[in-house]
């Protein structure tokens, strides 16, 4: 987009792209002209930055409505260190979490406009974040606010406020904020091609599976979003009880958020394409559940004694990973991996000991060390990801396709695949348009060669003399061609080449 100065059609190679909106683009643009570098650290800032975000914002929340500062503090803590974002996702230049981070302020707007009865803020504020979801990822979001409006006003048993002239101003500014960016795109290229391909990226993410695999789906799902949230699912098992609904019930907040896990999450669980990021969004909800119980259950018991002999056994895993660095053969190659090791040994023996004094709470004690283990992740894990030749392979390879080419354009050679968007409800087309794509080149090669040369990769199938190419070596003709530089691409097990024609 800086590249070209259309803000407004996001095209990869040339082409256009259709299977994200372009809001979360517009963000990096952003950062990008704010630092005025295109270093690989700015493209992954959003997720660590919107995960704090989202994080304080529920904290916010929390403690406004909950009256209480302990849950707050766990339920935000929960959710910044939960294990598969943590340690994972919050390292990546992806979509998701800054989504999240929408959401949340959809869903919650909802809550709050509800329990004061402020219906203005309710709907404009939830319809304005809807909008922002929509033009990041597509249809979730119209889904979350439709199926959550309408869950709230099922178990509130109160369907006339859905009926307010707020509600259609909210409908309102989600047409003109939506609707009006689609009208602008429909001057660059057909928008109704682009909202039903974005129906069937929301609609088909993943293959079908087998019966037998929608099975398994279906019956390890729970099992999935538990994993998610590690290792502060484990407090279910303290803070699991009888009545334990009656006492969500009776709390404003918790009564919202489970009733949202509950009525959204059933499109997830019978889909068996669903992938972890997609059920980001529940885990702040389903950790002020869990922080909240842990908060008020009384630890005199017999299962918190068990829960605090887990904390204790997992403060001693941590503590092992750490003596165990230097044993580890692909971290050798660390310098100073020995100290660094001992180092982090000391911190998580003072942590233990900590724990063994009991002068702080147990739960903070646990989330202490899983920031030091991130700490240590960044320290040992991390430089050595970034010299593996599948990290490396994309840039070196575009810093020698830099070299050889030396600032002349480069050109993704091939012909356009067509491919179809359709609407199809239960079964029956009713609508089917008909795109196309270039050829495949994984965007990393894309990004660092523009980054490079300031340069789009453009899609070509011509053959003129002189220009550079790159495409997969099993697509360029066999004859009249010059290899420059070819190098291969782990992921999908490709070969790819720079070249010229003669």
């Not at 302990?70 to 910044?80: D, I, K, N, P, R």
Request: with cysteine.
């Amino acid at each position: 987009m800086l590249l070209s100065g259309n803000f407004i059609s996001p095209t990869i190679n040339g082409i256009f792209y259709y299977n994200k909106p372009p809001l979360y683009n517009w963000l990096l643009a952003g950062l990008f002209t704010l630092f005025g570098s295109y270093a690989d650290w700015i493209v992954r800032l959003p997720s660590p930055l919107f995960l704090l975000l989202t994080g304080a914002l529920n904290y916010w929340v929390v403690r406004r409505y909950t009256k209480s500062l302990e849950t707050a503090l766990l339920s935000s803590l929960f959710y910044v260190t939960s294990g598969d974002i943590l340690f994972y996702f919050s390292m990546l230049g992806e979509i998701d979490i800054f989504y999240t981070f929408l959401a949340y302020c959809q869903v919650i707007f909802i809550f709050a406009g509800y329990e004061q009865k402020r219906w203005m803020w309710l709907f404009i504020g939830s319809y304005f974040f809807t909008a922002a979801g929509l033009l990041t990822k597509g249809l979730p979001s119209l889904a979350f606010q439709g199926i959550t409006l309408l869950a709230v006003a099922g178990y509130k048993g109160q369907w006339r406020w859905l009926f307010g002239v707020w509600h259609f101003v909210g409908i309102g500014l989600l047409g003109i904020l939506a609707g009006g960016y689609f009208y602008e795109y429909n001057t660059y290229n057909s928008a109704v091609t682009y909202i039903l391909k974005l129906f069937t990226e929301s609609s088909q993410q993943r293959p079908r599976k087998t019966m037998w695999g929608s099975v398994e789906h279906i019956a390890t799902f729970p099992l999935m979003l538990a994993k998610l949230l590690l290792p502060w699912t484990l407090a279910l098992l303290f803070v699991a009880q009888n009545g334990m609904w009656q006492r969500i019930k009776q709390q404003p907040l918790l009564h919202f958020s489970a009733w949202f896990i509950l009525a959204n999450v059933g499109i997830y669980w019978l889909s068996p394409g669903t992938r972890d990021r997609y059920l980001y969004i529940f885990l702040p909800f389903l950790s002020i559940i869990i922080a909240y119980f842990y908060a008020h259950t009384p630890t005199n018991n017999r299962r918190h004694t068990w829960f605090r002999y887990i904390i204790g056994g997992l403060l001693a895993l941590i503590t092992l990973i750490f003596a165990a660095l230097p044993f580890v053969p692909d971290l050798q190659q660390l310098p100073n991996l020995l100290p660094i090791s001992v180092g982090f040994v000391l911190v998580g023996l003072g942590i233990l000991y900590l724990f063994y004094r009991r002068s702080f709470a147990d739960i903070l004690l646990l989330a202490l060390g899983v920031v030091v283990l991130r700490w240590a992740f960044n320290v040992a894990v991390v430089p050595t990801q970034a010299t593996t030749i599948d990290q490396k392979i994309y840039t070196q390879s575009a810093e020698k396709i830099l070299a050889i080419t030396q600032q002349q354009p480069i050109y993704l050679y091939g012909d356009l695949h067509t491919e179809h968007a359709y609407f199809q409800p239960m079964g029956k087309v009713l609508l089917d348009v008909v795109y196309q794509q270039p050829p495949f080149l994984p965007f990393q090669s894309s990004f660092y060669l523009s980054r490079g040369n300031k340069k789009i990769v453009q899609c070509s199938n011509e053959k003129v003399p002189d220009k550079y190419y790159i495409a997969n070596k099993t697509t360029i003709p066999t004859q009249n061609t010059q290899i420059l530089h070819e190098f291969y691409e782990p992921r999908t097990q490709t070969t790819y080449v720079l070249f010229k024609f003669d």
